[in-house]
């Protein structure tokens, strides 16, 4: 059963950092293409970023300069870095992972098969 756990969310004020952290147990993690989403209350879920065993990375157009995302593959954990967070980034972010994603559907939450629990993240102003 593969399971996923976020870890690292909190409450920062706009322009500091945080660092999430996802780990990826009970499969092989470099069969695994994963991806970080979030949601805000009342919306839907929105792509953020994506990452897969070829190193290949997508972000979100309003991520992009200021999050990168990143796997270790001995440690089987997928990081989200945040830089110069904004309110706007408020949101529970939650994790995602698929042996069999097509890449070119790497932004749809619903090509995923596995998920975390999610981890808030709170942005004051």
């Known amino acids: 059963q593969v399971q996923l756990v976020e870890s690292g969310g909190g409450l920062v004020q706009a322009g500091g950092s945080l660092r999430l952290a996802c780990e990826v147990s009970?499969?092989?993690?470099?069969?695994?293409?994963t991806a970080w989403f979030r949601q805000a209350p009342g919306k839907e879920r929105d792509f953020v970023a994506f990452?897969?065993?070829?190193?290949?990375?997508t972000y979100a157009d309003f991520v992009k300069g200021r999050f990168t995302i990143s796997r270790d593959n001995a440690k089987t954990t997928v990081y989200l870095q945040m830089n110069s967070l904004k309110p706007e980034d408020t949101a529970v972010y939650y994790c995602?992972?698929?042996?069999?994603?097509?890449?070119?559907?790497?932004?749809?939450?619903?090509?995923?098969?596995?998920w975390g629990q999610g981890t808030q993240v709170t942005v004051s102003s």
């Open positions: 995602a992972a698929d042996a069999n994603l097509i890449v070119s559907s790497r932004r749809m939450a619903a090509q995923y098969d596995y």
């Open positions: 009970g499969g092989t993690f470099n069969r695994y293409a």
């Open positions: 990452a897969d065993r070829y190193r290949t990375t």
